[in-house]
């Protein structure tokens, strides 16, 4: 089993950035997938970006892509979502995931087994 520690978040105003952290436990050799989800009060969760252990090809969904960036640490066990240039609409529950045989990153979001407790980011206009 692999557990997820998030860390990062906080509240900014429009345009600020903040740098979301992972840190990974337990069996982590067995993860070939991460990513971060983020759901909202009243919205489903949304899948915001994902990365492959395997070639690090990533995967970020449309409403973030060219603001966040997913990264991997594999000496700290540690995957980062870098987020530049946000947004009020960005204001959600980040959660990061982890799992080892996910057909769909972004959307797939059963397909992960492991789950942190999520870190609250909060944009202000």
């Known amino acids: 089993q692999v557990q997820l520690v998030e860390s990062g978040g906080g509240s900014v105003q429009a345009g600020g950035s903040l740098r979301l952290s992972c840190a990974a436990s337990?069996?982590?050799?067995?993860?070939?997938?991460w990513g971060w989800f983020r759901q909202a009060p009243g919205k489903e969760r949304e899948g915001v970006a994902a990365?492959?252990?395997?070639?690090?090809?990533?995967w970020h969904a449309n409403s973030v892509k060219g603001r966040f960036t997913i990264s991997l640490d594999n000496a700290k066990n540690t995957v980062y979502l870098q987020m530049n240039s946000l947004k009020p609409e960005d204001t959600a529950m980040y959660y990061c995931?982890?799992?080892?045989?996910?057909?769909?990153?972004?959307?797939?979001?059963?397909?992960?087994?492991?789950w942190g407790q999520g870190t609250q980011v909060t944009v202000s206009s």
């Open positions: 995931a982890a799992g080892a045989d996910v057909d769909a990153p972004l959307y797939g979001y059963d397909e992960y087994s492991s």
């Open positions: 990365i492959y252990t395997g070639d690090g090809t990533t």
């Open positions: 337990g069996y982590t050799y067995s993860v070939n997938y």
